[in-house]
């Protein structure tokens, strides 16, 4: 998944304080995992989730080349989050458009792929195997499906300081938002999974 740095040449790396191609390869390498997971959370899609990341990681590449190291997680953390909400925004314009056009449509394609049947196999292709059905990964998987039915501001905050461990200042900037709102939404967050984990029979 991880987008190389070094494919790309910087042309203004006079100021030491600028990340080397390696230092961003490092970054990008640490962080691409996680950033799947926000975006899955988010799209619960996998197939969009990679491609949002992916194009999270370019932009990073493209435009913050030139930044500090120590600026890289709260910028690509905006972006990814901007690039999460570009995709829902196209999604509502594509949807739109499928609805105008799908009566006219009578046939599947010639290759008998449909789009349902693409994302059957592509969710069956993620799927753990019997041997991975322990008790923590149910318990994990409950706190990841209580993650999804949070309000997607109260989710974003909660990932960004938890997850992506960013402080209130870092997380503002990422989410575009005030530090108050961000120690509001993730309060909110956490009493609401809390709640939410209670009822389904986990204590943390």
């Not at 490092?26 to 995992?33: I, Y």
């Amino acid at each position: 998944m991880r987008v190389e740095a070094g494919i790309f040449d910087a042309d203004d790396t006079s100021s030491r304080n600028v990340a080397t191609s390696q230092e961003i390869d490092a970054f990008l390498a640490g962080v691409e995992r996680r950033a799947f997971k926000q975006a899955l959370f988010a799209i619960q899609d996998h197939h969009s989730a990679l491609d949002v990341v992916q194009n999270a990681m370019l932009k990073l590449v493209e435009r913050y080349a030139d930044k500090p190291g120590e600026e890289l997680p709260p910028l690509f953390q905006r972006i990814l989050q901007n690039t999460i909400h570009d995709h829902f925004r196209r999604s509502k314009v594509r949807n739109f458009w499928v609805r105008l056009v799908s009566p006219l449509q009578n046939k599947e394609d010639e290759t008998g792929d449909t789009l349902e049947s693409l994302a059957a196999h592509s969710e069956a292709m993620h799927q753990p195997g019997p041997d991975k059905q322990a008790s923590g990964n149910q318990q994990l998987a409950a706190i990841e499906q209580a993650l999804t039915e949070l309000p997607p501001r109260q989710r974003e905050a909660f990932l960004l300081r938890y997850w992506e461990e960013l402080d209130v200042a870092e997380t503002a900037k990422a989410m575009g938002c005030s530090e108050g709102s961000v120690k509001t939404h993730c309060f909110r967050a956490t009493s609401a999974l809390a709640a939410k984990l209670k009822d389904r029979g986990i204590s943390l």
